[in-house]
């Protein structure tokens, strides 16, 4: 059975003093959920923080990844310099990564690659603008993301990917989707996968909502049954926040 899961994707926040403080922060909480619960610091932080929770039961993951194995592409980190760190989660395909730094289906396609082939576990994000959902097309859009990065990959290779729904306009916006709305795109991708790869494999994803998840609404969005767990940006800066969510399980 697919489990829930809730990750904390720092974003570029927090030093590694911050870094510290937080994550005492977050080892003084009680998990009293179900949830696996991951933490995602800056890469400047991922070994301090894989050591600080090394034996607890949070995991720490990386927020991106090169596609290559080493090279000339200053600025940037592989697969396998995560994995030197301790690190076999990592996040790709974040709407900032896409708006800001210009990943496109094709290049997440070759991330998710360069991920899987290290045995790492990939959290793929995705998500429409407010414009296709204005239009009636974000079905279609989010179809396609998942299509063109995903579907060239063999049905036991989703054993190592957790899919993460995040409709662009909830992001830091303090507008969440309905629970309704979260849960009628979550059966809409669980359906996508089950058209290509069968209602096995469909069942087994976890799907993760994310968009300013909050203690107030975290309760609502998880009670759904295709929703199994969040991805948390803004909330996850605090220890109480965060596991006041994570207890929403
Ligand atoms: C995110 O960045 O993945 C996110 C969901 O952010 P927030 O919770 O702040 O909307």
Not at 8 to 17: C, E, R, T, Y
Request: hydrophobic share 45%.
């Amino acid at each position: 059975m697919r489990k829930n899961i809730v990750a904390g994707n720092w974003k570029m926040n927090n030093d590694l003093a911050q870094t510290e403080t937080l994550i005492t922060a977050l080892k003084g909480q009680t998990i009293s959920s179900d949830a696996e619960v991951m933490v995602a610091p800056p890469f400047t932080n991922l070994w301090a923080a894989y050591n600080a929770l090394k034996g607890s039961d949070i995991e720490v993951a990386a927020q991106n990844m090169h596609f290559a194995e080493n090279g000339a592409y200053t600025g940037e980190v592989s697969a396998s310099m995560l994995k030197s760190v301790g690190i076999t989660t990592v996040i790709l395909g974040h709407s900032e990564r896409r708006a800001y730094f210009n990943e496109t289906d094709e290049i997440l396609a070759k991330k998710v690659d360069a991920a899987l082939a290290k045995d790492m576990r990939v959290i793929f994000c995705f998500g429409e603008e407010l414009a296709d959902r204005k239009s009636d097309n974000h079905e279609t859009v989010v179809g396609d993301q998942i299509k063109n990065a995903l579907f060239h990959l063999d049905a036991a290779a989703f054993k190592n990917i957790v899919l993460a729904y995040e409709p662009v306009w909830a992001i830091g916006t303090g507008e969440t989707a309905s629970p309704e709305q979260a849960q009628d795109m979550h059966a809409f991708i669980r359906k996508t996968l089950a058209d290509k790869y069968g209602a096995e494999v469909a069942d087994s994803v976890s799907i993760l909502y994310g968009g300013s998840v909050k203690p107030n609404n975290a309760k609502e969005i998880f009670s759904k049954p295709d929703v199994d767990g969040g991805l948390i940006g803004g909330a996850a800066l605090n220890a109480e926040d965060f596991f006041a969510i994570v207890n929403a399980f």
